[in-house]
């Protein structure tokens, strides 16, 4: 499995196609001696992805102590929208609170975590953004009047990353703030467009930014998020797959921009919940838009958002000098494997097989699931129709009805020994 | 999953290697099966990047486009790939038989097969009959005569495909899934070198040891139709980048799609061990005849089928679509006792003995006037039975033979048979091991809705016909 490695995955972890993510990638591996400095001059300060705010909790210092040397890893919209994937599982959730790279850590530990994306396909998606907008952002416009229903005929156009040079995050996070607040505050604003607005989002007592990949538009006092996507609405129809990613992704900008309207002062509800996607329609180019509703995915990231900020009721059942620290030297991990292998281990985690499509441990996961008999690794209405029994083995004894099954299984265990029974009947 | 289907996956994972969820098999396998492998370029909706075609494990075709930007060029597959599956479907379309009956109808003699590696295969080929069963043969874009045909024949087979029961375009790791259990979840049994590696591991290992070999995308390349990021990194994308080199390229694209072809025929080598189950006949015939309408629409200059379906014609193919689904889960059962022990498991169906018949009782049944034979058979079973008295039950033995079940306490269950007492038709008799199930192959008889022409004004009165357009015929390909 390890060949995967260095043939299959490792150019970012986006398959949502993110230009700036994958950039970052390619980044620590050209140029590995100049950023590594610039990173460790930066780390306090207000530059790159997540940037340490000074809240002083304990449970930071924590993170940080876990997390060792390495600098916290960049979120986007995608791996923030991931976090909601596996609300159950605690090894995500100290993984991400801690800013761990999870790509580096799984390869580190011998697997694949084949998150890679094909360069055309990163193409391709740039290819359609820029032509979405184009000339101002024209098809934009057009495509809003038709889904939203609005009679506008031309709308103000603002680049929010427009700042000048190589500012900060924390600069432009504060330029979108204003270009948004005066859209808002202003009563004779028609329509606006917003490209490139910069969020920022609490994840686990870390602000993080969001690299903007998406537009915000006021029409009739309302902001809209709009996502570009390269995937074909085809006769109407699209990839569920691809589009329910699009409207989880779209979930996090939506929620980023309530908690910036609330702490604007502005009423947070007029961030319709309703996005728009845009995609290219049939087999061309040329851009189509539809209406997601994002309600559901709003309420499964508010929710792990919440669970990661109560993180420290997970941290107290960890060991106490627990470290994920890969030990870097320049680049290269030194951390034993063995080592971190035990690190990682110790904290629970809830392998299912939606893992391998949502977290880049899943190999390693399901490796170790596999090894202590899990019947949630073969699925979990495997497990479900097992109900209540979680090991291989538990089920193979109990198909089996040699001893007498424990109190809790007794009903399952008649079943089993029925379809059993049945079964050698057919067989026989 | 179903509880038997779980125990199986349990006992797999026990065995290390995969477990038959059935006795025999269930899809019509042709002799000569048209595999099809194709590759999409990343990023693209339709784009072909290359396929492998043939009918035979030694006449492997590779297709490539060289430049898959360029739009001609894709164009040009097309017509090579149309040239390949027309006539291969065309030559069993054109062989017909006029079956006799209250109405005569046409029936093609055999039926094409075309298998494709796994369920994006299945999509990605009804996206290249959509892109190209619109296409004019003459004009601005002009195409090859044989693609707008390619396109109808694909969307024929994609929209017949979805019908449960029809053979006659199919996903191998569907048609494995169904055949065999492995310790696979769902999403990984979509990698048809895993699932394989499963049934049948190569010498020495394990299923999951095999398994997790047929994983690695440089053992395995990806089955397609999307390709492995890694291969689109490392060897593609210099080569498309660089100054043209055909033959290379043609030799790195058979070295994605060789693996897969020969994990195809080994496939067809494993279902064709298992023997035929008794519904595959009838279902094949169900094919032929849908092929031989097709080909009479095609020949008598029918349009291709419309972008969307009317609301009307589109609740009737749901409708159809629905009871397909049952009567080929029943069929299924009735053809299959590992199926049907499915079914027992889970309390639609049951097995005994039986131990009493009263084969001369008569009633007088409700608003009647005369006494009809109603006999009476008892069953005994240890089988949970949860069928209310009224229910209508079947038997696999006497598929012909109505019966409604009377009462069911203790393990003794009592059924009234009403109707199939033909001459020559037998009862059960005691000592005999029955099996009665409320599954029916014949299917649900549902409320019929209202032909397309007599759509109510209400719903917005008879669809117009859909008529592709010129805009359709020139649709930009970019
Ligand atoms: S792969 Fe592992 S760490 Fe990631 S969510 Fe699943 S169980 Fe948790």
């Known amino acids: 499995m390890n060949q995967g490695d260095d043939h299959g995955h490792d150019h970012g972890e986006n398959p949502g196609g993110n230009h700036r993510m994958s950039h970052g990638g390619n980044h620590r591996e050209n140029h590995g001696e100049d950023h590594r400095e610039s990173r460790r001059v930066n780390h306090r300060m207000d530059r790159g992805g997540n940037v340490r705010v000074n809240q002083g909790t304990e449970h930071v210092n924590r993170m940080d102590a876990i997390r060792g040397g390495s600098r916290p890893v960049d979120h986007n919209a995608r791996s923030i929208a991931a976090l909601a994937a596996n609300p159950a599982c605690d090894r995500r959730a100290v993984l991400d609170a801690a800013g761990i790279d999870k790509d580096r850590t799984v390869a580190h530990l011998g697997y694949a975590s084949r998150f890679g994306q094909s ?118 129809q699209a990839d569920t797959g691809k589009v329910s990613a699009a409207a989880r992704e779209a979930a996090v900008y939506v929620h980023a921009m309530r908690d910036l309207f609330a702490r604007l002062g502005l009423d947070p509800e007029r961030v319709s919940h309703d996005v728009v996607l845009i995609c290219p329609k049939d087999f061309t180019n040329f851009p189509t838009a539809c209406l997601l509703d994002v309600r559901l995915q709003l309420e499964a990231l508010r929710r792990q958002l919440e669970r990661l900020t109560r993180i420290d009721t997970i941290l107290d059942r960890l060991p106490p000098d627990l470290s994920l620290d890969l030990c870097l030297d320049g680049d290269t991990p030194t951390r034993p494997v063995s080592e971190l292998t035990a690190a990682v281990s110790a904290i629970p985690a809830r392998y299912a097989p939606e893992c391998l499509a949502a977290c880049e441990m899943a190999y390693f996961c399901r490796e170790e699931a596999r090894a202590c008999g899990s019947l949630e690794a073969i699925g979990r209405s495997v497990r479900d129709d097992l109900g209540g029994v979680d090991s291989v083995r538990t089920a193979i004894e109990l198909i089996g009805g040699a001893s007498p099954p424990p109190e809790e299984h007794a009903a399952i265990a008649e079943r089993l020994r029925f379809v059993r029974r049945i079964f050698d009947e057919v067989v026989a | 999953m179903s509880l038997l289907r779980s125990f199986l996956a349990v006992r797999a994972v026990r065995d290390g290697r995969a477990q038959p969820a059935a006795t025999v098999r269930h899809a019509h396998l042709s002799a000569e099966p048209l595999v099809f492998v194709p590759l999409r370029m990343a990023g693209e909706s339709a784009a072909p990047l290359a396929a492998m075609v043939g009918a035979s494990r030694s006449d492997a075709r590779l297709l490539v486009v060289e430049n898959p930007r360029n739009r001609d060029q894709r164009f040009a597959f097309m017509a090579e790939l149309a040239e390949i599956i027309v006539p291969y479907i065309q030559k069993y379309a054109a062989q017909m038989e006029t079956v006799e009956g209250r109405s005569a109808y046409e029936r093609c003699l055999d039926a094409p097969q075309i298998l494709v590696p796994n369920p994006g295969g299945l999509a990605f080929t009804r996206l290249i009959g959509r892109s190209t069963r619109f296409r004019a043969t003459e004009g601005p874009h002009a195409v090859a005569p044989l693609v707008p045909l390619l396109g109808r024949w694909l969307t024929f087979l994609h929209e017949r495909s979805e019908f449960a029961g029809s053979a006659i375009l199919l996903a191998v790791t569907d048609l494995l899934a169904e055949h065999w259990v492995t310790g696979l979840s769902g999403a990984e049994a979509g990698n048809l070198a895993a699932q394989l590696a499963w049934i049948d591991p190569p010498g020495g290992l394990t299923g999951p040891q095999a398994a997790l070999l047929a994983e690695d995308p440089l053992r395995s390349p990806p089955a397609g139709p999307d390709t492995d990021p890694g291969f689109d990194t490392h060897v593609l994308k210099p080569l498309l980048d660089g100054p043209p080199v055909p033959a290379r390229l043609r030799e790195a694209l058979r070295g994605q799609l060789e693996p897969t072809w020969e994990l195809m025929w080994r496939a067809v080598e494993l279902l064709r061990a298992v023997p035929d189950a008794g519904g595959v006949a009838a279902r094949w015939e169900r094919d032929r005849t849908m092929l ?27 409708a159809a679509l629905e009871g397909a689904q049952q009567s080929y889960e029943a069929g299924k059962a009735f053809d299959d006792p590992l199926v049907m022990a499915e079914h027992r498991a889970e309390g639609a169906a049951f097995a005994g003995l039986v131990t009493d018949v009263d084969a001369d009782r008569k009633i007088i049944p409700p608003g009647g006037k005369r006494a009809v034979a109603r006999p009476l058979v008892t069953v005994r079973t240890a089988d949970p039975v949860r069928f209310p008295p009224g229910r209508k039950l079947l038997s696999p033995a006497r598929p012909k033979q109505g019966t409604v079940l009377v009462s069911a ?37 549902r409320p019929s809705l209202p032909d397309a022409a007599e759509t109510p004004w209400t719903h917005g009165g008879p669809p117009a016909e859909y008529v592709p357009t010129d805009e359709d015929a020139q649709e930009a390909w970019s």
């Open chain 2, 409 to 445: 306490t203790d393990g003794v269950v009592v059924l009234q048979v009403n109707s199939g007492m033909t001459k020559d038709a037998t009862l059960p008799a005691p000592g005999e091991t029955v099996c009665y199930t409320d599954l029916d192959p014949a299917g649900v008889r």
């Open chain 1, 119 to 236: 360069p055309f396909a990163i193409t391709r998606t740039q290819e359609f953004k820029s032509i979405v907008k184009a000339h101002g952002g024209a098809h934009v416009l057009r495509l809003l009047r038709e889904v939203l229903g609005l009679a506008v005929e031309e709308a103000g156009y603002h680049d929010a990353a427009d700042v000048g040079g190589d500012s900060g995050h924390g600069v432009r996070h504060r330029h979108t703030a204003a270009v948004l607040n005066a859209a808002a505050q202003d009563p004779a604003d028609a329509a606006t467009l917003i490209d490139h607005p910069l969020l920022k989002l609490g994840v686990a007592g870390y602000d993080v930014y969001l690299e903007p990949d998406v537009i915000a538009f006021q029409a009739a006092r309302r902001f809209h998020v709009v996502a570009i996507k390269s995937f074909a609405i085809i006769d109407g």
């Open chain 2, 292 to 318: 031989a309408r097709q080909h009479a629409w095609i020949a008598e200059g029918g349009l291709p089928p419309g972008r969307w379906d009317s609301a009307v014609a589109a609740a009737r193919r749901l």
